[in-house]
């Protein structure tokens, strides 16, 4: 497989490269230029079939010599111990529940499988570095993944306020590999400074620099092995049309799911569940994307009023509007429905959801009410948050108690950076040549 920037069609890089240099030098996003037709492997497969056995079998059709069986299944052994698991509700809605790794969190399958892929393409080369922009969910899942791992250091800026749940023996200065800074700015200072970071060419070739937030195809293309596999878990269950409903901030599983229709996966629709904030609900019905004003809502992950892929959205419609819009179906759900959603699925279901599992819930019923899918549509709807990790939202709107794992409580330890500077590009370079 190749991948082409979102601006121009040439040059083409391979996926190796784009997974080490994650961004175009003309300012787009790295996007797969062909894709391969999967679709016999995955009727191949049933619900007995592991994940990793899954990603050893379609890595290789999907990357097209990125990578060869033989290293698929190695870095799947390397990057989980952990697997998505598909709960059947009723006969019109399913959940996916991908908060089975080592922090609760869906970002872990993508970020465990570039930590794992990184560590492969860096045997025997130069050290890699990775800066990325965290905040306190995605910082303690990078961190644990990148920890440990042989030629790669991991930078995380994050902005004002604490950051928590990371291990201080795996910061650089006590012999680790893992170097957090806080930026006295916002999260849009730290994503502008990751990209300012590795367009420093001089300073990006001295460190071999890339990222592992979603600018990097790298951590992007694997959120979806998770709905392949969601698929060949249900395929045999229902006969009726297959949705997913998404929860959507920075668009990332969006896109990943889009990816996973491109390369063969039946699918019917896809549900983009925006919170009040409802970035690209009028892009997406075919107006003009304007940016509006930030609300803070209680499913504050969704909080993005200017999604990070953007342009790898467009991409897809560029390509084909008529079909985009006839699949991808946006909701826009407010905090009241999502609370009151947390009490209804707990109550019928006995199953506790988060915040943003909430949003794709309420948007799966309103979507499946508007255009009449009731009964001839099943929903897989993506919870992508353990609902430990917002007790007290979960126990107020369920009226239960909930029980919160270990992993979940080591979350919650606050923890010191390195360094404290201003959102400057002098200063972050500064604070990380300092440590080597």
């Known amino acids: 497989m190749q991948f082409r920037s979102t601006k121009s069609n040439f040059p083409l890089v391979s996926y190796k490269d784009a997974v080490l240099n994650c961004l175009p030098d003309d300012g787009g996003l790295y996007v797969p230029?062909?894709?391969?037709?999967?679709?016999?492997?995955?009727?191949?497969?049933?619900?007995?079939?592991?994940?990793?056995?899954?990603?050893?079998?379609?890595?290789?059709?999907?990357?097209?010599?990125?990578?060869?069986?033989?290293?698929?299944?190695?870095?799947?052994?390397?990057?989980?111990?952990?697997e998505p698991e598909l709960i059947s509700l009723d006969e019109n809605f399913s959940l996916l529940k991908l908060y089975n790794g080592?922090?609760?969190?869906?970002k872990?399958?993508?970020?465990?499988f570039l930590s794992a892929i990184l560590e492969e393409f860096m045997k025997?080369?130069?050290?890699?570095?990775?800066?990325?922009?965290?905040?306190?969910?995605?910082?303690?899942?990078?961190?644990h993944a990148f920890n440990g791992r042989k030629?790669?250091?991991?930078?995380?800026?994050?902005?004002?306020?604490?950051?928590?749940?990371?291990d201080p023996s795996s910061f650089v200065q006590?012999?680790?590999?893992?170097?957090?800074?806080?930026?006295?700015?916002?999260?849009?200072?730290?994503?502008?400074?990751?990209?300012?970071?590795?367009?420093?060419?001089?300073?990006?070739?001295?460190?071999?620099?890339t990222s592992s937030n979603t600018i990097n195809p790298g951590r992007l293309l694997p959120q979806v092995f998770y709905y392949l596999y969601a698929f060949i878990q249900i395929k045999n269950k229902f006969s009726k049309d297959l949705f997913f409903s998404v929860p959507c901030g920075n668009f990332g599983n969006l896109i990943a799911g889009l990816y996973a229709w491109k390369f063969g996966m039946p699918v019917n629709g896809f549900i983009a569940a925006m919170n009040?904030?409802?970035?690209?609900?009028?892009?997406i019905r075919g107006n003009t994307f304007r940016p509006k004003p930030l609300v803070t809502t209680n499913s504050p992950s969704l909080d993005v009023s200017v999604p990070l892929n953007y342009e790898r959205l467009a991409s897809f419609y560029e390509e084909a509007p008529a079909v985009m819009r006839n699949i991808v179906y946006p909701a826009s759900i407010d905090d009241d429905l999502t609370l009151q959603t947390i009490e209804q699925v707990y109550k019928k279901y006995g199953v506790y959801i988060d915040s943003n599992t909430a949003v794709a819930f309420a948007a799966a019923k309103a979507i499946s009410a508007e255009y009449k899918l009731k009964g001839q549509a099943h929903t897989v709807v993506l919870a992508t948050g353990h609902p430990a990790r917002?007790?007290?939202?979960?126990?107020?709107?369920?009226?239960?108690?909930?029980?919160?794992?270990?992993?979940?409580?080591?979350?919650?330890?606050?923890?010191?950076?390195?360094?404290?500077?201003?959102?400057?590009?002098?200063?972050?370079?500064?604070a990380i040549a300092s440590c080597f």
């Open 174 to 209: 006590n012999g680790g590999n893992i170097i957090p800074i806080q930026v006295k700015g916002t999260f849009d200072d730290c994503q502008r400074l990751v990209v300012e970071t590795i367009k420093d060419r001089e300073f990006s070739a001295r460190y071999n620099v």
């Open 276 to 283: 009040i904030n409802n970035a690209f609900g009028d892009y």
């Open 124 to 143: 025997g080369r130069e050290q890699s570095m990775i800066v990325s922009a965290a905040r306190a969910d995605t910082a303690v899942s990078m961190a």
């Open 390 to 430: 917002e007790a007290n939202i979960t126990m107020e709107a369920a009226g239960q108690g909930i029980e919160i794992p270990d992993s979940i409580l080591a979350l919650k330890k606050i923890c010191d950076p390195i360094a404290i500077i201003p959102p400057q590009l002098d200063t972050v370079e500064s």
């Open 33 to 82: 230029d062909q894709t391969a037709d999967i679709r016999k492997l995955l009727f191949s497969m049933n619900e007995q079939t592991t994940f990793n056995d899954m990603l050893s079998a379609v890595a290789p059709s999907i990357l097209e010599g990125g990578i060869n069986p033989v290293s698929a299944s190695k870095i799947a052994a390397s990057a989980y111990n952990f």
């Open 108 to 112: 872990d399958f993508g970020i465990a």
């Open 102 to 106: 080592p922090t609760g969190i869906f």
């Open 151 to 166: 030629g790669i250091s991991l930078v995380l800026l994050y902005p004002s306020g604490q950051i928590r749940g990371l």
